[in-house]
């Protein structure tokens, strides 16, 4: 429980910055810039050497000066660059000494980049062909140090006055507002920013390029004065900001009431930048997005509206929660994401009360509520020692899980009691740090209750619980608490962890929820089990529940009576997914309880619906072709249902969500194959692309049916027009339209040709992974970009590995659907001589991942297959043992994986993985155990509790299933192995910190004193990244072979 709070590579304490003055002056022919940094110091000790971060920068003359002391000054002598820590010593020939007067200038050479950090460039093209350059920066977290070196950490906070050289004409920005601007004789301009209050150095931030903007100012109520907002957008773009731009006024004007705390620079500017790698950056008054998450023309579809508010409300939150107080170390990223996250949605939820945001957030949680129940997730709160551990930190458990408990929190004290505790929490702390542990004793004193005790059980244990409801009598239930493992195999050892559930208790007799704490193992409560009862009401809590298959359809038959609203509806769905895919429950129960939502009129649940329904045919996909074409069946009668109701017309003033509801709807009944729906999108497919007639095919129906279009068909013509539609649109979100649609294709020759397209120079690097993220919905796709990953992860590696989370983000695409032993194994044999060190969290979330696919499949194919007989979608006719793949399979997967998919069906069932307890088995007969069967390992204890068991199990007639077994035993095996590796990783670092942390207590000597004069010892980069170099890698980008 214990989250080292001191990081190892953190810098000296005795030298510490107090302004820095900077100069950039870029090279327009080379991309390279000059950089002048004066940094004023306070020096405690006196020193021979400074060590501060930098990276990839080239040192040209460092000078220390103490400018009271007239004229005393010390040339360094000598720099060391410690490429693994990414700092450089200055050694100088006379001492420092102790004073508060030291000015150490320093002049160097550095990149400007193209890896979307750092200081990097970017270009783009105008509606007239005209093509722009700019350049931009992205600091968070750790690269500052790429653009001037400096004491790079949160909590060393400075001021900063900025000079930036620029082409005439250009626009310049950064945080503060200009000063001054003087026009160089040589066609530069030199322009000069105000100095920023005291701040981080991952929150400076500037933006050389040509922009157009909108501006608008807020009421000056609660600022004093007025704020002068602008949206910044590429040439011609800037109309589509006003959406963007109304939201930035009202809620600069919502948070500083709020927090009664005026914002606290003179402007606000909000640009979209062309190249951007995270979604948005909250850099201090100059906040970055990518184009699509800050413009959107008027006629943009409704879920974008959604999620540019989320993001911009999130980024203005962090003005005051990120920047005005700023997180202690990176440990507590998760805080400050959370609450911004937060915060975003309860704006978001007064601006627009008919959204139903809450329900949205419900559904917007499922993913990681799926990857904190993999034994590969994290704390919440967890210790940082480097940048690249920095870097993969920033996921969805940061974000969604710390905004979930955040939520979970808000609900058990109150909204506004919370909002009280945050406001009293920024005036204790601003212009300074905190940590998670200063927020919960804050909201402890405002709320007279044990904050951190609920708090960081929650945020310091990994994973979360669900509660399994046994029935005792029909006035009485006995409710459960075990930790859930989406592969179903808890062990008793791992079994050991409590949470403080808040159960929001809510009966059909009184459905206003109950706040009990549940903090043992088990409770009995008294409830009326004859009649629906339902825990988390409201779907606040973190957890999932099992109930027991009566009260199940209890629960569904309520819905349409207005009892349980759209997010405990979506609640209830995905707790029902989760279970069946970890083996609590078996899949059929979970296609029983989709009856219940034929007459559903709500798009959030439909929308949660359609992606519980896609996760269960992604694992099936390579499943014989009556199984898929059932399930896709049942899909089809779902959703076909809606379209018919709804038409394909947008009457004028129409409901926002029933928008968003055709749209989905249409989407899945054409992905099923409905043949008067595929008809009809091509039809309107064919009208938009003759003559570019918006009314066949307005913005909200565009991906629905450019994705209906491209499944269906072979032919390479309407893939090529989708192609010229990406090449000619300039709107950001319709490009990415265009592009993420063309992996839908099934056809080889069209997958080739769509890898090929995502690495040309047509398609950004931040839209790469858009673009083959759809391959992952064929076994085509699925095959060809695994072994184009293969086949060029050299270059890949080479030219990403620095890209915010490019590369593994690369990783999860090409490998976390696969669902076979064979795919798992390769997977392995692939990354195991490799340096996984950048991703090897999301690797190991994927083997996981991967795993748990296999163990569903093999637990439950059966069960599905019975089912859908059962309910008539598969006829007896239908045979599954005719040994043809899924679609694609037979053109274009290797032999071998052929074998082995169809395999496991053709052979009957031998092996089994049974979860669903030993007495009720997976409803199939040929899944349970019977005589004869050889045992090979039992024992491993089940969250179920007394019952239930989960073994593999052999039938002892071919070698086949024997070998089969094994190796799921051998997944299990391996994956205790990481297991235990992590842990072990995790002690010796955390000794490692306490041993430091009593160091420095002692004083006996600081980290970072083992000064390396030497350059024999020095950490040697293979490649230093040389100006030669960059231009090499560059020059790579056209490398790929097909
Ligand atoms: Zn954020």
């Not at 030298?15 to 002048?36: D, M, T, W």
């Not at 693994?84 to 010593?89: C, N, R």
């Not at 973190?542 to 009566?550: D, E, G, L, Q, T």
């Not at 045919?617 to 896709?632: D, F, G, R, S, T």
């Amino acid at each position: 429980m214990t989250v080292p709070k001191r990081p190892s590579l953190t810098l000296q304490r005795s030298i510490i910055p107090v302004h820095y003055n900077l100069k950039i002056v870029p090279c327009p022919v080379n991309f390279s810039f000059l950089g002048e940094c004066s940094i004023e110091l306070c020096i405690a000790e006196p020193t021979f050497s400074i060590t501060l971060n930098a990276k990839e920068l080239n040192i040209q003359t460092a000078t220390a000066r103490d400018h009271l002391l007239n004229g005393y000054s010390v040339t360094a002598t000598s720099v060391s660059y410690n490429v693994e820590e990414e700092t450089i010593a200055l050694e100088f020939p006379q001492v420092l000494h102790v004073g508060s007067s030291w000015i150490l200038d320093v002049t160097y050479i550095g990149l400007v980049n193209d890896k979307l950090n750092g200081f990097y460039r970017s270009v783009y093209t105008d509606a007239d062909n005209n093509v722009h350059q700019l350049t931009t920066t992205q600091f968070q977290s750790t690269h500052a140090r790429r653009a001037f070196p400096c004491w790079d950490e949160p909590a060393i906070k400075a001021t900063f006055s900025l000079t930036l050289q620029a082409p005439q004409g250009m626009t310049c920005l950064s945080n503060m507002s200009v000063r001054s601007r003087t026009l160089l004789e040589n066609g530069m301009q030199e322009v000069s920013f105000l100095k920023t209050p005291i701040m981080s150095t991952y929150l400076l931030a500037w933006v050389i390029g040509d922009f157009d903007y909108i501006e608008a100012y807020t009421s000056g109520e609660f600022n004093g004065e007025r704020i002068r907002c602008r949206v910044y957008a590429p040439v011609g773009l800037a109309d589509q900001g006003h959406y963007s731009l109304d939201l930035a006024v009202k809620s600069v004007e919502y948070f500083s009431r709020l927090f009664n705390i005026p914002y606290p620079l003179p402007k606000l500017d909000l640009v979209a930048v062309p190249d951007f790698a995270p979604g948005a950056m909250e850099n201090w008054g100059l906040i970055t997005f990518r184009t699509y998450a800050l413009l959107m023309d008027e006629y943009g579809p409704q879920d974008r509206k959604h999620e540019i508010a989320a993001t911009v409300i999130h980024e203005i939150a962090h003005q005051w929660l990120g920047n005005l107080v700023t997180m202690e170390w990176w440990s507590d990223l998760w805080l400050f994401e959370g609450i911004a996250t937060h915060l975003a949605y309860i704006v978001v939820d007064e601006l627009f009360p008919r959204w139903d945001i809450w329900s949205e957030f419900v559904k917007r949680i499922q993913e990681v509520l799926k990857h904190d129940s993999l034994r590969t997730s994290h704390p919440v709160e967890v210790g940082v020692a480097n940048p690249t551990e920095i870097t993969q930190i920033f996921d969805e458990v940061s974000y969604m899980k710390g905004a979930s408990v955040l939520r979970m929190l808000n609900a058990w004290l109150g909204q506004d009691q919370m909002l009280l505790g945050l406001r009293k929490f920024i005036h204790k702390y601003m212009w300074s740090n905190a940590n998670t542990e200063d927020l919960w004793v804050t909201l402890a004193e405002e709320c007279q209750v044990d904050v951190p005790g609920f708090m960081s059980r929650w945020t310091r244990q990994t994973g979360y619980p669900v509660l399994s409801i046994t029935e005792l009598d029909d006035s009485s239930i006995l409710v459960r608490q075990n930790i859930f493992l989406s592969t179903g195999d808890v062990r008793e050892e791992e079994d050991t962890l409590l949470w403080p559930v808040p159960l929001g208790l809510a009966t059909a007799s009184d459905p206003t929820p109950r706040n009990i704490m549940m903090d043992t193992k088990e409770m009995v409560l008294k409830v009326d089990t004859t009649r629906w009862y339902k825990f988390n009401m409201g779907q606040t809590g973190f957890y999932r529940v099992s109930y027991p298959s009566k009260t199940l359809d209890l629960l569904g038959q309520t819905f349409g009576t207005g009892q349980l609203n759209a997010a405990n509806r979506v609640g209830l769905l995905t707790d029902v997914a989760a279970l069946v895919a970890s083996g609590i429950a078996p899949t059929s129960s979970f296609l029983t309880l989709l009856k219940y939502f034929e007459d559903e009129q709500d798009y959030m649940v439909w929308a949660e619906v359609s992606l519980r329904l896609h996760e269960l045919l992604a694992v099936w996909l390579e499943q014989p072709e009556p199984i898929m074409n059932a399930l896709k069946e049942v899909q089809r009668r779902l959703f076909t249902k809606i379209v018919k109701r709804l038409g394909w017309e947008f009457p004028e003033g129409e409901d926002p969500s029933t928008v968003n509801l055709r749209a989905v709807a249409i989407r899945y009944a054409g992905r099923a194959g409905d043949p008067e729906i595929v008809a009809e999108a091509r039809r309107r497919f064919n009208a938009f692309m003759k003559d570019r007639d918006v009314s066949a095919l307005p913005p909200d129906l565009r991906f629905p049916v450019f994705e209906i279009v491209i499944r269906t068909t072979q032919g390479v013509e309407e893939y090529e027009e989708i192609v010229n539609y990406y090449r000619e649109t300039f709107i950001p979100a319709e490009k990415v339209v265009a592009l993420s649609v063309l992996g839908y294709s099934s056809s080889l020759e069209l997958v080739r040709r769509t890898l090929a397209f995502a690495m040309s120079p047509e398609v950004r690097t931040q839209d790469i992974l858009s673009a083959i993220a759809t391959l992952r919905s064929s076994v085509v796709g699925r095959a060809e970009l695994w072994n184009f990953m293969r086949h060029h992860w050299d270059v890949l590696y080479e030219r990403h590995c620095a890209d915010i989370g490019f590369l593994d983000y690369f990783v999860l695409l090409s490998i976390e659907s696969f669902s076979t032993l064979e795919r798992y194994q390769e997977v392995q044999a692939f990354f195991a001589n490799k340096d996984t060190s950048a991703y090897d969290r999301i690797l190991a979330t994927c083997l996981e991942g991967i795993r748990m696919n296999i163990l569903w499949l093999e637990r439950d194919c059966k069960d599905v297959e019975q089912w859908l007989r059962v309910n008539g979608y598969l006829t007896e006719s239908a045979s599954t043992d005719s040994g043809k793949g899924a679609e694609g399979l037979s053109s274009a997967a290797d032999p071998a994986s052929k074998a082995i998919s169809s395999g496991s069906v053709n052979g009957g069932p031998n092996l089994a993985v049974n979860m669903h307890g030993t007495s009720s088995g997976a409803s199939s007969g040929t899944s349970t155990p019977s005589n004869g069967l050889q045992f090979l390992q039992a024992g491993i204890y089940s969250q179920h509790g007394t019952n239930v068991r989960s073994q593999v199990y052999l039938d002892g007639n071919g070698q086949a299933s024997e070998e089969q077994a094994r190796q799921l035993l051998q997944l299990q095996q391996d994956q205790q192995r990481h297991e235990l590796r992590m842990q072990r990783e995790y002690q010796l670092q955390h000794q490692q910190q306490q041993l430091q942390l009593q160091d420095e207590h002692g004083h006996s000597h600081g980290h970072g004193h083992s000064l390396n004069f030497d350059h024999g010892s020095r950490q040697q980069d293979a490649r230093p990244r040389t100006l030669e170099r960059e231009m090499e890698l560059l020059s790579m980008s056209g490398d790929y072979e097909f």
